[in-house]
């Protein structure tokens, strides 16, 4: 028997969704909520089974999701959480599956489509619908083409031009003419952004990019 839990904040879709995984063979759902706060409740009163998979709502009321995936991955460690929602953007779905989400699934007019979600998940320990997977693969694409430059401002790839080119504080701040503490503002916020401590890593990394 393949024990569901579901924490949806749309009753009537949380209503559907429980009525449907009951009805059918091999498959019971153990709890439902509307909320966290409400799961919580009854897990702490040890009013539920332990799930195999569950059903996880990523925006709530109060507790989001997202935020309640810790919570449960700690009280429940085997069972799998899915995130099922109407949300499908790149950010979501990749912070949900750090947070220690096991799959990642669209809300759709067929409920037969929960079920497959659970046949997928229990088969493979994971699931990711194919929209979701299309738009994780293009993101990582992206990422891929873009350079460290592309997270800097305008200014900060002045400075690191200038640092390309050996140029020591005075001189950048004379080409650009600003100050040596503006030059020295702009090389920290560099460093941070790119986990650095000092010119030489950045020289590091500028060779490294352009040997790439």
Do not use: W
Request: with cysteine; glycine share 6%; aromatic share 8%.
């Amino acid at each position: 028997m393949v024990k569901i839990g579901i924490i949806e904040d749309n009753i009537f879709m949380l209503k559907s969704f429980r009525d449907y995984i009951n009805s059918t063979e091999g498959m019971m759902v153990v709890f439902s909520c509307i909320s966290m706060e409400e799961a919580k409740i009854q897990i702490e009163k040890k009013n539920v089974q332990t799930p195999d998979i569950i059903f996880l709502d990523i925006f709530l009321p109060g507790e989001s999701g997202s935020e309640g995936i810790p919570y449960l991955a700690t009280h429940f460690p085997n069972a799998k959480i899915i995130i099922l929602t109407a949300y499908n953007e790149e950010k979501l779905i990749l912070h949900s599956i750090k947070q220690g989400a096991s799959g990642y699934a669209l809300k759709t007019a067929k409920l037969s489509d929960l079920i497959e979600v659970i046949h997928q998940t229990i088969k493979n320990g994971a699931f990711l619908d194919e929209k979701s997977i299309g738009i994780v693969i293009k993101g990582l694409q992206n990422k891929k083409n873009q350079t460290f430059r592309d997270m800097l401002s305008f200014r900060e790839k002045e400075i690191v031009a200038l640092v390309e080119k050996g140029y020591s504080y005075k001189q950048m701040s004379e080409q650009l003419f600003v100050t040596t503490y503006a030059v020295n503002y702009h090389l920290k916020n560099i460093y941070k952004k790119l986990g650095i401590h000092s010119k030489s890593e950045l020289l590091s990394r500028i060779m490294e990019e352009d040997r790439n």
